[in-house]
């Protein structure tokens, strides 16, 4: 298991080369975690900034920490390399939380979150420089999941005002409706690519442990769900191959 129990915070790589870090304890945390073939590990550094609801993407060695809330909105951006945190080239255009993020270290995308309102907007990060992608979402939401690449994304459920079962596939520059998940929640996890992707956890009126897979447009119940049912979780790898970690139970685990 994770060494410190947090929610709200952010994840990246593989299921056997895990990145954990930043999130909510019983205060926003810089804690920095790296996960190696079932082994949790304090990490050579933590992050500069302190936050929660904010997101990730990329490897464990090559990661990128981007938005949340320090008590204000932010769009400060961090990037991970071989266990070291730096300030990135350049900071998000929107400050913003409870977003969702796809890609690399060097090609990402951030969409969805809440500035103040639910929001569309759709940002990529090239090399270390944020510019307004070519389109934004179609359904403004926070709180949702995320899987894929920066040119091939997928963007699952989340909140509207109430819990949402929409995803959308986000191709080269353009957002479109995709198959839509069986059990409409907020704040679950993602893994894999945008057309095998994992959906697992999240909130649905109590902590779920329900597990979706998506393969080229259309959602079904996995053969088996999480053992423990949490929400505000973290997720790495993909659709055959994930990682769940940390969230809320009954407490944050």
Known sequence: NMIIARNDFAGAGTQTAALGFGGFTTVNTTATEEYNSGTWSAAPSNMIIARRALEGAGTQTAALAFGGQTGTD???TEEYN???????PSNMIIARRALEGAGTQTSALAFGGQTGTDTTATE?????????????????RRLLGGAGTQTAALAIGGF?????????????GTWSTGGNMIIARRVLAGAGTQTAALAF?????????????????????APSNMIIARYALAGAGDQTAALAFGGTAAANT
Not at 124 to 140: H, R
């Open 74 to 76: 932010t769009t400060a």
């Open 160 to 172: 509207t005002g109430a819990n949402t079962a929409a995803t959308e596939e986000y191709n080269s």
């Open 201 to 221: 956890g999240g909130f649905i009126g109590a902590q779920t442990a329900a597990t979706e897979e998506y393969n080229s447009g259309t959602w079904s119940n």
């Open 124 to 140: 990529e990060y090239n090399s270390g420089t944020w510019s307004n992608a070519p389109s934004n979402m179609i359904l403004a």
């Open 82 to 88: 071989s266990g070291t945190w730096s300030n990135a």
